[in-house]
């Protein structure tokens, strides 16, 4: 739910007043912004409360499909069999960068009070989870940040630049260490489960096992044929999944430092691994504009997502409906799935202007937060009841501004009905229409033609 003061889709009123002295600070004047607040604690409220009276756990209040029936609605928890209340298709909030560049990972602290952002230009940002302001910045990288991870306890970030260098940061953004760990861009950074040890994926081909708190490698394993461009960490178990440019998925002992298993069925490019939370299940989006859910019990693809019509750069499961998931491609286009359904639920068209690079969603799973190439971090939120899942941000943000929305339908011309129209009062609007051509001097009447049911 969201709450606050200003339009609800956050553009500013106009008001002189808001222009601050620039003589009183010596810097040119600029306008007081009145940012859009998501409020989600007053949905935990509302959730505590309800669970008074809850027999079972789909027995959830139901909500009325009316915009008013918004104040009532309840965090994604409180409907466990509902995912269709928790796709998030509806623009809430756009944040820049002063420096402007490629946004390359949206990464957002395990309690979601905070969104960390790491660009092109080598700055780690940090957002506010609720309004979406700045909060501080620190230049971290002399190159691009190509990966991040936050730690399960909350305590440390590790991120990865274009050098091969992965930094290890505090939560009060302070820089610990730097560690050359590859020759070539560090693609990817996954947590263990207990946070002991972190996995990294190169361009050099290569995926290596760390030990954190020593900073040394305990395994370096080379089985793909080329780049490594995504890895990620079993979330209980000692495995880790990678995919490359070599259109291969593979499956990694992170205790041994061996390969256990390689699954085929992409064409091209695997950019992006995901492991379910069950960790059955695993997510591969390629090149190809497929997306390939795969059962790691039997080692064989149970499912193929079409939809995309670019390669696909992300992919981010929800943390609470375990059978839906977000996917990004290179178009600009965000699309929401179940893994039930081989078609989308529901998608954003042109959610930003360039190529998506990362999705994260919020831990309670109320936002889903994109990075673009297009310089800009968008959240998006939950539609209000009675909402149709479509495109709510080319509906709505894109036609307050003059001249994109699109025209609106043109009127139909009146027209009399005969029998129905007075004598000599037009209908309105046609008073301009020309009169009919007069008939030849000399030309009979016009006949009225025979019909053939008239005797």
Same mark, same amino acid.
């Given at each position: 739910?969201?709450s +606050?003061s200003?339009?609800?889709?956050?553009f500013?009123a106009?008001?002189?007043?808001?222009?601050?002295?620039a003589?009183?600070?010596?810097r040119?004047?600029?306008?007081?912004r009145?940012?859009r607040t998501?409020d989600?604690?007053s949905t935990i409220?509302r959730?505590i409360?309800?669970?008074m009276?809850?027999?079972e @756990?789909w027995?959830?209040p139901? @909500?009325?499909p009316?915009?008013?029936?918004?104040?009532d609605?309840?965090p /994604?928890?409180?409907?466990p069999?509902?995912?269709a209340?928790s796709q998030? &298709?509806?623009?809430? #909030?756009q944040?820049t !960068?002063?420096?402007r560049?490629?946004?390359?990972?949206?990464?957002?602290?395990p309690?979601?009070r905070?969104?960390i952002?790491?660009s092109?230009?080598?700055e780690?940002?940090?957002w506010? +989870?609720?309004t979406f302001?700045?909060?501080?910045?620190?230049q971290?990288?002399q190159t691009?940040v190509? #990966?991040?991870a936050?730690s399960?306890?909350e305590?440390?970030?590790i991120?990865?630049?274009?050098?091969?260098?992965?930094i290890?940061?505090e939560?009060t953004m302070?820089?610990?260490k730097?560690?050359p760990a590859h020759?070539?861009?560090v693609?990817?950074?996954?947590?263990? $489960?207990s946070?002991?040890?972190f996995?990294?994926g190169?361009?050099d081909?290569?995926?290596?096992v760390w030990d954190?708190a020593r +900073?040394?490698?305990?395994?370096?394993?080379?089985?793909?044929?080329w780049?490594?461009?995504?890895a990620? =960490?079993? $979330?209980s178990?000692?495995?880790?999944a &990678?995919g490359g440019?070599?259109?291969l @998925?593979?499956? =990694?002992g992170a205790k041994e430092?061996?390969?256990?298993s390689?699954?085929?069925?992409?064409k091209?490019?695997?950019?992006a691994?995901r492991?379910h939370?069950?960790?059955?299940?695993l997510l591969?989006?390629?090149?190809?504009?497929?997306?390939?859910?795969?059962d790691v019990?039997?080692?064989?693809e149970?499912?193929?997502?079409r939809?995309?019509?670019?390669?696909v750069t992300a992919?981010?499961w929800h943390p609470?409906h375990?059978?839906?998931?977000?996917s990004?491609?290179?178009? +600009?286009?965000?699309?929401?799935w179940? &893994?039930s359904?081989s078609?989308?639920?529901?998608?954003?068209?042109?959610?930003h202007?360039?190529?998506?690079?990362d999705?994260?969603w919020?831990?309670?799973g109320?936002?889903?937060c994109s990075g673009s190439s297009?310089h800009t971090?968008k959240?998006?939120?939950? !539609?209000?009841p009675g909402d149709a899942?479509?495109?709510?941000?080319?509906a709505?943000a894109?036609s307050?501004?003059p001249?994109?929305?699109a025209?609106p339908?043109?009127a139909?011309? $009146? #027209?009399?009905v005969?029998g129905l129209t $007075?004598?000599g009062l037009?209908? /309105?609007? &046609?008073?301009?229409?020309p009169p009919?051509p007069?008939l030849?001097?000399?030309a009979p009447?016009?006949?009225?033609?025979?019909?053939p049911f008239?005797?």
């Amino acid at each position: 739910m969201a709450s +606050g003061s200003g339009s609800y889709h956050g553009f500013p009123a106009a008001d002189e007043n808001d222009f601050r002295n620039a003589a009183a600070d010596g810097r040119p004047g600029y306008r007081a912004r009145q940012r859009r607040t998501v409020d989600h604690i007053s949905t935990i409220y509302r959730l505590i409360q309800a669970r008074m009276y809850q027999r079972e @756990v789909w027995d959830a209040p139901a @909500v009325q499909p009316v915009p008013a029936a918004a104040a009532d609605m309840l965090p /994604p928890a409180g409907y466990p069999c509902t995912p269709a209340s928790s796709q998030a &298709t509806r623009w809430v #909030s756009q944040t820049t !960068n002063k420096v402007r560049a490629s946004v390359n990972k949206v990464v957002w602290t395990p309690s979601g009070r905070r969104l960390i952002t790491g660009s092109q230009a080598g700055e780690l940002t940090l957002w506010s +989870g609720q309004t979406f302001t700045f909060e501080h910045l620190i230049q971290a990288h002399q190159t691009a940040v190509r #990966s991040m991870a936050w730690s399960h306890n909350e305590n440390y970030l590790i991120s990865g630049e274009d050098s091969g260098t992965i930094i290890y940061s505090e939560t009060t953004m302070k820089i610990l260490k730097s560690l050359p760990a590859h020759k070539e861009p560090v693609r990817a950074l996954s947590w263990a $489960p207990s946070d002991l040890k972190f996995c990294s994926g190169s361009d050099d081909s290569s995926v290596k096992v760390w030990d954190f708190a020593r +900073g040394v490698t305990d395994h370096v394993m080379t089985g793909h044929g080329w780049d490594v461009k995504t890895a990620e =960490w079993h $979330p209980s178990k000692g495995l880790i999944a &990678t995919g490359g440019k070599d259109g291969l @998925v593979k499956l =990694w002992g992170a205790k041994e430092g061996q390969q256990l298993s390689t699954l085929h069925g992409a064409k091209n490019t695997v950019l992006a691994v995901r492991w379910h939370a069950g960790g059955h299940l695993l997510l591969a989006g390629s090149r190809d504009q497929l997306i390939r859910l795969y059962d790691v019990r039997t080692l064989r693809e149970v499912a193929v997502f079409r939809g995309h019509a670019k390669e696909v750069t992300a992919l981010a499961w929800h943390p609470v409906h375990q059978d839906l998931f977000a996917s990004a491609a290179h178009d +600009g286009n965000i699309r929401i799935w179940y &893994t039930s359904a081989s078609e989308a639920a529901s998608e954003v068209v042109g959610a930003h202007e360039a190529a998506v690079w990362d999705l994260a969603w919020h831990p309670m799973g109320h936002l889903l937060c994109s990075g673009s190439s297009d310089h800009t971090i968008k959240v998006w939120g939950r !539609n209000r009841p009675g909402d149709a899942l479509t495109d709510k941000y080319n509906a709505t943000a894109r036609s307050l501004v003059p001249g994109t929305g699109a025209a609106p339908p043109a009127a139909a011309a $009146p #027209s009399a009905v005969p029998g129905l129209t $007075p004598d000599g009062l037009p209908l /309105p609007g &046609t008073a301009h229409l020309p009169p009919p051509p007069p008939l030849p001097l000399g030309a009979p009447p016009p006949q009225r033609a025979a019909s053939p049911f008239s005797g």
